[in-house]
């Protein structure tokens, strides 16, 4: 499992349908997740790239330095599947997808990493599972991070 993770200020997704443009997920501090679910991914990977989300310690302190988390400021996930994070663009001009997870597994994984983050105590607001959708956000700092479970030993 692979996550691009973005501090922001504010973050939204829409989707949008012909002439019809709906908000379905909009969040105020916090961190922007994009979220790829690879073949032979698990629960496993579910919960730890959860945990790591929740805990990781990239907010300001009183010293300004990077040093309290989710948990400590109070901000919210906006999480958003992505399954172009498995692409393969090493060969040719088309990137290849097959390294991703098929929709019905991707869904019940990227839908466990939002439920795991919720356990936390955390408010997550989530995209809409295989739609096109246009993200906003303003990442602060910038910081981004990114995740691959399979790197976590």
């Known amino acids: 499992m692979r996550a691009v993770i973005q501090k922001v200020t504010h973050a939204a997704v829409d989707v949008a349908d012909g002439t019809h443009r709906e908000t ?11 979220l790829g679910v690879g073949h032979g991914d698990s629960e496993a990977d579910a919960r730890y790239i959860a945990d790591k989300i929740a805990t990781l310690r990239i907010f300001e302190d009183e ?3 990077l040093n309290r988390s ?3 400021t109070g901000g919210s996930v906006l999480l958003v599947s992505q399954f ?3 692409a393969d663009a090493r060969s040719g001009r088309r990137p290849s997808f097959s390294a991703a997870a098929r929709p019905e597994e991707a869904e019940r ?5 939002a439920g795991q983050l919720r356990s936390h105590g955390i408010d997550v607001a989530t995209g809409r599972f295989q739609t096109h ?5 303003c990442n602060d700092g910038p910081v981004t991070l990114l995740l691959d479970s399979a790197k976590q030993f």
């Open 84 to 86: 172009t994070l498995y």
């Open 70 to 72: 989710l948990h400590d």
């Open 24 to 34: 379905v997920g909009k969040i105020g501090g916090g961190l922007m997740v994009l």
């Open 63 to 65: 010293n300004g330095k």
């Open 133 to 137: 959708m246009q993200v906003s956000l």
């Open 109 to 113: 994984l990227y839908q466990a990493v």
